[in-house]
């Protein structure tokens, strides 16, 4: 069987192809935030979260600036959570709503344990370690959104937050994806 001849013309061209089509790891800045955001349930959620973290929505952003701009802000709106549920708790006028808020308490817990072992192991670079964490993290915190989302309007801003903290949680790990040796530097 004869092996196909390429002519040097060929060759240059196929090079070229290789070098000049834009890959996931060579995205950055405006670029790789759409892409991110795209690969996420709530671009709209994903990119004005994003822009507004000078470091994120800057040119030159690169995906560990996404996934640290996002994990920040996970661990920032899990600290509001934290700060609400005993608020709630006082105001609980029934036992299922006093249980209710107890499990969202511990699950809160849990989740931002999780989310500072996660913020270590992205500063160390471990970053399967850290994914499982933030997964660890989106699971405690959708614990609690199951038991409270439309359960009453006394609830609905915890499970805003919580809502919010699962976009986090996905953005963050969506942007691992696009994680290049830049980033680990």
Same mark, same amino acid.
């Given at each position: =069987?004869? =092996?196909?001849?390429? #002519?040097?013309?060929?060759?240059?061209?196929?090079?070229? +192809?290789?070098?000049?089509?834009?890959?996931?790891?060579? !995205?950055?800045?405006?670029?790789?935030?759409?892409?991110?955001?795209?690969?996420?349930?709530?671009?709209? $959620?994903?990119?004005?979260?994003?822009?507004?973290?000078?470091? %994120?929505?800057?040119?030159?952003?690169?995906?560990?600036?996404?996934?640290?701009?996002?994990?920040?802000? %996970?661990?920032?709106?899990?600290?509001?959570?934290?700060?609400?549920?005993?608020?709630?708790?006082?105001?609980?006028? &029934?036992?299922?709503?006093?249980? #209710? !808020?107890? =499990?969202?308490? /511990?699950?809160?817990?849990?989740?931002?344990?999780?989310?500072?072992?996660?913020?270590?192991? $992205?500063? /160390?670079?471990?970053?399967? &370690? =850290? +994914?499982?964490?933030?997964? &660890? %993290?989106?699971?405690?915190?959708?614990?609690?959104?199951?038991?409270?989302?439309?359960?009453?309007?006394?609830?609905?801003?915890?499970?805003?937050?919580?809502?919010?903290?699962?976009?986090?949680?996905?953005?963050?790990? +969506? /942007? &691992?994806?696009? $994680?290049? +040796?830049?980033?680990?530097?």
């Amino acid at each position: =069987m004869a =092996m196909p001849r390429y #002519r040097p013309l060929h060759l240059c061209l196929l090079i070229l +192809v290789i070098y000049t089509t834009p890959s996931i790891g060579l !995205l950055n800045g405006t670029e790789l935030l759409k892409a991110a955001c795209n690969q996420t349930s709530d671009y709209a $959620f994903c990119y004005a979260t994003l822009t507004a973290d000078p470091n %994120a929505g800057g040119p030159q952003a690169l995906a560990g600036d996404l996934a640290n701009a996002a994990l920040r802000l %996970a661990q920032t709106k899990a600290t509001h959570a934290q700060s609400l549920i005993p608020l709630l708790l006082q105001n609980a006028t &029934t036992s299922l709503d006093h249980n #209710r !808020l107890q =499990m969202c308490q /511990s699950s809160n817990n849990k989740a931002i344990s999780q989310l500072s072992s996660a913020n270590n192991d $992205f500063n /160390s670079d471990s970053l399967d &370690t =850290m +994914v499982e964490e933030i997964n &660890t %993290a989106a699971r405690a915190t959708n614990d609690c959104l199951n038991e409270i989302q439309d359960k009453g309007t006394h609830f609905s801003l915890l499970a805003t937050i919580n809502a919010d903290l699962i976009k986090l949680y996905e953005i963050c790990i +969506v /942007s &691992t994806r696009y $994680f290049t +040796v830049e980033d680990l530097y």
